[in-house]
């Protein structure tokens, strides 16, 4: 309570004093109550010569949920949904290679090399069990995750993963085939109001300051995430012929309104797998754990209590 007492009494002093001129300070700032709230601390491992950054917290006894961010993204997108089960379970939430403040090495970003990264990742750990929760990217890598390594995961939860051909193309893949600029690439300061608008059906607000200030680091990494964005088409590994060698329980859920993956990939992926559950989130886009955290984090406790029962 005290540490959540320093860190509110901190943003609001950042916040009340150097608004428009430490935007840096006012995320870092909000970023650590969020951290406190959540019951989460800043870590950081090295791994096969990367430096690995996680949020860790929760009972070190308890089963491990980990949970892995999508393409463009960071660790911070678990922090409001990993509130609801840092007591009970012992959770983290990882910047995977390339993303967050993770090393961002001169390598291949594709899923099958990232499995292998989170695959070094959970060793260095000691963690021998996991239950796997990832959003778009990150889902597509916990679900090949699951699929090379059947016997450490316990439950995979795929929110709005990519990885497979959808019946319905989504208005990404479309803008891509139109040979349209990729949406989820900050180039200029009004691509990422454009971002927000294209994720989200209700984006999370955000102070003018902050949404300037995200813009101006997301433009900064765009050349890489072209890059890593190149590696994930070019080097593409569809979940089609893995799916089936899942053997966990795995969920499957979804926003209805996703721009970016189409909510008909789960009539591709249902049939592929031994045991499946499925929700979808109505009026929710293609993050559903940052628009609708709590209701994302119910849907998911009651497929954990599911698995456990």
């Given amino acids: 309570m005290k540490k959540l007492l320093l860190a509110l009494l ?19 700032s909000a970023q650590y109550l969020e951290q406190q709230i959540a019951g989460l601390s800043s870590e950081q491992l090295e791994v096969a010569n990367l430096s690995i950054h996680y949020y860790e917290g929760g009972p070190s006894d308890a089963e491990t949920l980990l949970m892995i961010h999508g393409f463009g993204a960071n660790k911070d997108n678990w922090l409001r949904f990993a509130r609801h089960f840092t007591e009970r379970y012992h959770v983290i939430a990882l910047d995977l290679p390339g993303f967050g403040n993770s090393s961002q090495p001169l390598a291949s970003y594709d899923v099958g090399s990232q499995v292998e990264r989170v ?10 069990k996991i239950h796997l929760i990832g959003n778009s990217m990150g889902g ?16 995979v939860a795929l929110f709005d993963n990519a990885g497979v051909t959808a019946p319905h ?11 349209e600029r990729n949406p989820l690439i900050v180039k200029e300061p009004e691509d990422f109001k454009r971002l927000l608008d294209f ?11 902050l949404k300037n200030y995200l813009a101006e680091q997301a433009i ?3 050349t890489h995430y072209d890059k890593v964005f190149d590696h994930l088409r070019n080097r593409y590994i569809p979940l089609e012929p893995e799916l089936p060698k899942i053997r966990a329980p795995v969920l499957l859920l979804w926003g209805d309104k996703d721009r970016v993956l189409d909510v008909s990939s789960i009539q591709v992926m249902q049939p592929l797998l031994r045991n499946s559950s499925v929700v ?21 406790q009651a497929f954990l209590d599911s698995v456990e029962g």
């Fill in 280 to 300: 979808i989130m109505k009026n929710c886009g293609h993050a559903p754990m940052i628009e609708r955290p709590k209701e994302t984090a119910h849907h998911y």
């Fill in 119 to 128: 695959a070094a990742f959970t060793q260095a750990l000691g963690i021998k």
């Fill in 10 to 28: 901190l943003v609001i002093g950042v916040t009340a004093g150097g608004l428009y001129t430490f935007p840096a300070a006012l995320l870092a």
């Fill in 169 to 179: 193309k989504s208005e990404l893949t479309e803008r891509l085939e139109r040979g």
């Fill in 220 to 222: 900064a990494q765009s």
């Fill in 199 to 209: 994720v989200f059906v209700e984006a999370p607000p955000l102070p003018a300051v």
């Fill in 140 to 155: 597509h890598i916990s679900a090949l995750y699951a699929a090379r390594y059947p016997e450490q995961v316990r439950s």
